[in-house]
């Protein structure tokens, strides 16, 4: 009887052994082509090799971009360098080129007084309320929109403020990610505390399709921050070449620390799109509003012309077509601020 059992488990055993080997056998055995069509040859471990190399991302001083993008990188990253050479204060720099992929931060988590560059915010914000509320944006707040982004005023940049609340501007902050940034208090939004890695996470919502902001907000918004009067283009606009369009938003605000300049943009035509931050401190008394704006211009310049070199075949004479062109047909931006500064409101 013992003899029976061992003999019926092990036919069963062979059974289970047997099924088993056909099933992988089917499972691991590569389907026949259907009739009338060819198998399509497996991709060559060289065009592999090759794909993934392109894909790999590298960094390059300040700069990090896919592989392919290395010498772009590594000039950004000098060129950055150069530009704030020899230049008192303290600074931060971001540059992002979506068609390139390449990325550039410098101190990108050091805190600035925002000046006027929150205005930009302040904008979004009133936006993205609009788009909960579900509520068209009123007479009232579009001509205060444009006289805030467009001529930088602060009376009506105060007036969004307290209508859109600080609620509601820490709300659009969340949503954007945009955690290292900090909102002034009392009143006091020149000096929200801003960085420059919040500030093109802005840029980047403003450009792009994202759950934030909808296309009317970012056409709306970009559309004031192209029109910016001629004594406001200056900054990151310097070096754009003809047929790049600027949104532009600047800051500027004197302490007794000395001058805070700022500029953001964002930079589109041609195929081209990126994006540049700029944040500068002023350490030194001696050094005035200019100065400021002279450093912020001579890193935008060498930036510039690098993301739109390769547009430019590669020439001699490519810096000297590079100069600052405001849009449309602005008049040439003064080389300085004619506008006030922003009231010296007391430290926190």
Do not use: F, Y
């Given at each position: 009887?013992?003899?029976?059992?061992?003999?019926?488990?092990?036919?069963?055993?062979?059974?289970?052994?047997?099924?088993?080997?056909?099933?992988?056998?089917?499972?691991?055995?590569?389907?026949?082509?259907?009739?009338?069509?060819?198998?399509?040859?497996?991709a060559s471990a060289a065009a592999t090799a090759k794909a993934s190399a392109a894909a790999a991302t590298v960094t390059e001083g300040l700069c990090t971009g896919p592989a392919a993008r290395r010498a772009l990188a590594a000039q950004l990253s000098a060129d950055i360098y150069q530009g704030l050479s020899g230049r008192d204060g303290v600074h931060a720099v971001s540059v992002y080129d979506r068609v390139t992929g390449v990325s550039c931060l410098y101190n990108g988590s050091k805190h600035f007084?925002?000046?006027?560059?929150?205005?930009?915010?302040?904008?979004?914000?009133?936006?993205?309320?609009?788009?909960?509320?579900?509520?068209?944006?009123?007479?009232?707040?579009?001509?205060?929109?444009?006289?805030?982004?467009?001529?930088?005023?602060?009376?009506?940049?105060?007036?969004?403020w307290n209508e859109v609340g600080m609620n509601n501007l820490q709300h659009f902050l969340d949503l954007a990610g945009m955690g290292e940034t900090q909102l002034g208090q009392d009143g006091q939004w020149g000096l929200t505390q801003v960085t420059a890695h919040d500030e093109m996470l802005l840029l980047k919502l403003l450009t792009a399709p994202n759950s934030v902001l909808d296309a009317y907000s970012q056409s709306y918004q970009l559309g004031l921050m192209a029109q910016v009067t001629s004594w406001e283009s200056w900054g990151v606009t310097a070096g754009t070449p003809s047929g790049v369009t600027w949104h532009v938003k600047n800051g500027w605000l004197p302490d007794a620390t000395g001058w805070h300049i700022n500029s953001i943009g964002t930079f589109s035509g041609h195929g081209e799109n990126y994006m540049i931050a700029v944040l500068s401190d002023n350490t030194d008394m001696n050094d005035d509003e200019q100065y400021g704006i002279n450093t912020i211009e001579d890193v935008a310049r060498l930036v510039q012309r690098d993301l739109n070199n390769a547009k430019l075949t590669g020439s001699a004479t490519a810096p000297a077509r590079l100069a600052a062109a405001p849009n449309a047909a602005e008049p040439q931006a003064s080389s300085w601020a004619v506008v006030p500064a922003l009231p010296t409101p007391a430290k926190r």
């Open positions: 009887m013992r003899m029976r059992a061992l003999l019926a488990g092990s036919a069963v055993l062979m059974i289970g052994v047997v099924a088993c080997s056909s099933a992988h056998a089917a499972t691991a055995a590569p389907a026949a082509p259907a009739a009338g069509k060819q198998a399509k040859p497996a007084d925002s000046a006027s560059i929150v205005k930009a915010i302040i904008m979004a914000a009133v936006l993205r309320w609009h788009q909960e509320t579900g509520t068209p944006l009123s007479s009232w707040e579009k001509s205060e929109a444009t006289l805030m982004i467009t001529q930088s005023d602060n009376d009506a940049a105060t007036d969004l």
